[in-house]
C-alpha cells in the first residue's frame, strides 16, 4: 500500500481519491524486476506507471482477499489450532506463524518471540471463521 501525503484528490488518478493507493505484491515486484529497481528507491513517476496498470484502493484488496477471489486460505495446525505454517516460494523454507489462541496461555509469548525473530513490528489477528 501507498500512502499519498498529498491533500485529498491528489494527482487522482493513479493515486486514490483517499489516500491509499494498493498494488498486489506479485505485480509491484514483477514491476521492480522489469524495471530494474530491485534495491534502488522508487520515484514518483515508477509509481504512477504502476498505479495506473494495476491500481487498487485498500478496500478492493480486503474484499477480494474475504470473498476469495484472491489470496490462499491458510489452515491453522497443531495443538488446538494454535499456528499456521506458510512456504516461502523463494527460499522453500518454512514459516511457522503463532496464532492468538483462548487454549494456550503463552501464546502472547509464542507472539512476540515470533515478532522479534523475524523483525515484525506489527501483529494483527482478526478471526472470520463464520459460527460452528
Not at 476469495?68 to 499456521?84: S, Y
Amino acid at each position: 500500500m501507498f500512502l499519498n501525503n498529498g491533500p485529498s484528490g491528489f494527482e487522482c488518478p493513479p493515486f486514490d481519491a483517499y489516500g491509499s493507493s494498493c498494488v498486489w505484491h506479485k505485480e509491484a515486484y514483477n514491476f521492480m524486476h522489469n524495471n530494474h529497481l530491485v534495491f534502488k528507491p522508487w520515484s514518483t513517476s515508477h509509481l504512477k506507471i504502476l498505479l495506473r496498470a494495476s491500481n487498487q484502493n485498500i478496500y478492493n484488496i480486503i474484499f477480494s482477499i474475504l470473498s476469495c477471489k484472491n489470496g490462499k486460505i491458510q489452515h491453522a495446525t497443531g495443538p488446538n489450532n494454535t499456528f499456521i505454517k506458510i512456504r516461502n516460494e523463494t527460499t522453500d523454507n518454512l514459516l511457522q506463524i503463532p496464532l492468538q489462541s483462548s487454549f494456550n496461555n503463552d501464546s502472547n509469548e509464542l507472539i512476540n518471540n515470533f515478532l522479534r525473530e523475524n523483525r515484525i513490528s506489527t501483529y494483527l489477528f482478526v478471526d472470520i471463521t463464520f459460527g460452528k
